[in-house]
Structures are given as C-alpha cells and as structure tokens.
C-alpha cells in the first residue's frame, strides 16, 4: 500500500513538472485547463501524504462532506492573483 501511496506522489509531481516547465504565473492565472491540472495534482498529493501519514483523505470533515478551502481556494487565490 504504502509503495502504491509513494508511487502515485512521484507520479503527480512528475506531471506537474511537466505540466508547469516553461510556463510563468501569467499562464496559470489565464488558462482554465492549467488551473484544473494542478489543482488535481496538488489534491493528488496532498492525500498521499495524509494516507501515508495514516491519515484520513484531506478535505473531509467530520460529516464525510468536503469542506471550502484547501486545493479549491488556493485555486481561487490563483486566479485572482492573491498568490504572490
């Protein structure tokens, strides 16, 4: 389990550096596409870390619903530009 677990995280932050290489924060705040990608990666990992951890999967709350914030507001900080 574990070794699927690590699998998949080096598997997400190899996408992700394919998917960012060449491209600056302009790029990302403009395209959609790339938003989607790297925020689903970022969730990707994040619950790698937590299952490894032996932790449940991040952004559940005690009722089973996910909660605002996490990979969905970073995504908003990045299209309104308040990540710096």
Do not use: W
Not at 2 to 15: F, I, S, T
Not at 23 to 38: E, F, G
Request: hydrophobic share 35%.
């Amino acid at each position: 389990m574990k070794a699927a677990l690590r699998e998949d995280l080096e598997n997400a932050c190899q996408e992700l550096q394919g998917f960012l290489t060449g491209k600056t924060r302009n790029d990302l705040q403009h395209d959609r596409a790339l938003q989607l990608i790297v925020e689903r990666e970022f969730e990707i990992i994040g619950e790698a870390l937590h299952r490894l951890q032996g932790r449940p999967p991040a952004g559940r709350g005690a009722s089973g619903g996910m909660e605002v914030g996490g990979a969905y507001g970073m995504g908003r900080e990045f299209r309104t530009g308040a990540v710096k």
